[in-house]
């Protein structure tokens, strides 16, 4: 009998996640789910030596070994987080072989959905794919929840016309197009290698426009381009986003691939606007691919938190986190 019991999630009509029994398929594997909690429990990689968050983790391949890993904190408030840690243990283990696994995670409280941040979305989408399950839960047991990768992916963008482009979001492209070509610093990215993610990004507020584009150095930690803008926001204080837009040049057939790392900063300067303003918003989210001679080849929306579904924020850390985080905003505003 294990401490643990199981539920699943799915995703409802409208797009929210409900929690659901296992599926009898899931529950063939409830061993798995068992293996990788209880390793996950008694890793002893984790050393958040500031946020003092301690997050276990776990992976369990079908063959070879279970892996331990855990978040390790350095420089300053700089983490490696358990699933890049994951990632990279299970690479030492087992090598790119391609095979099933489960992630197990120890941390907050029972019943708790996993939330992968939006850098570690990044590196398990191209790691380990789509399509792989994570379980969370308490060491001391409860309830354990089972979730599958694709609920923390989202790129069913709503499809615009690109005949007759709104003259306002029209000249915000061009601008984007224009400045972003201007600010980029990408001396190092392969040309052919993901070029729908070679994007440049513009933040309007009620009164400005800050474009971004990407930071690359040689030691590929880029900032990418919306963190570029927000940057700028931040400077000028005005973190009250209205809508975004993303361009990037491409035939129009796929949208530009915004990082989820880029889409949870995004995220977390809307959530100091909300903060400050006292109230939610979720602003539009254009994204367009242009040519050679920036004309526009493709368009969809999507907003602020519909492209990332079960969002790690500040939220997550409760009611008392927010207020102290609302207070701090409001103490640097000048
Ligand atoms: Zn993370």
Redesign the pocket.
């Known amino acids: 009998m294990s401490k643990w019991t199981f539920n699943a999630i799915q995703v409802r009509q409208d797009g929210q996640i409900e929690k659901v029994g296992l599926s009898p398929h899931q529950f063939t594997r409830i061993d798995k789910y068992i293996a990788a909690l209880e390793a996950a429990a008694s890793s002893t990689v984790a050393n958040p030596i500031f946020s003092q968050y301690f997050v276990r983790e776990s992976v369990v391949p079908v063959l070879g070994a279970i892996v331990p890993a855990g978040n390790i904190e350095y420089g300053l408030c700089q ?1 490696l ?4 840690a994951i990632v990279a243990a299970y690479r030492s283990r087992c090598g790119r072989s391609t095979q099933d696994v489960v992630i197990g995670i120890i941390a907050g409280s029972p019943g708790n959905i996993a939330t ?2 939006g ?2 979305r990044d590196i398990l989408l191209d790691d380990l794919g789509t399509d792989f399950e994570i379980v969370s839960g308490v060491a001391d047991g409860g309830e354990a929840v089972v979730a599958n990768m694709s609920h923390f992916l989202f790129s069913k963008f709503k499809t615009l016309s690109t005949i007759e482009i709104h003259p306002d979001l029209d000249n915000m492209i061009k601008v984007t197009i224009h400045h972003g070509d201007l600010l980029v610093n990408d001396a190092f990215s392969p040309k052919n290698v993901h070029p729908e993610r070679k994007y440049h990004a513009l933040i309007a507020t009620k009164v400005e426009r800050f474009v971004g584009a990407h930071d690359v150095m040689c030691d590929y930690h880029p900032i990418y381009a919306l963190r570029d803008a927000i940057r700028q926001a931040r400077r000028k204080h005005d973190p009250f986003v209205q809508s975004v837009v993303i361009v990037s040049k491409g035939s129009g057939e796929k949208a530009p691939h915004v990082m989820y790392k880029d889409r949870q900063h995004l995220l977390s300067l809307n959530l100091q606007a909300e903060l400050l303003a006292k109230e939610e918003n979720d602003p539009p989210v254009f994204l367009a691919t242009y040519d050679d001679k920036h004309k526009v080849t493709g368009l969809w929306q999507t907003s602020v938190k519909q492209w990332l579904p079960l969002p ?1 924020t500040s939220r997550n850390f409760g009611q008392e986190h927010i207020e102290l985080l609302t207070n701090y905003y409001k103490g640097i505003r000048r």
């Open positions: 983490a987080h358990g699933e890049e992968p941040c850098n570690c790690f």
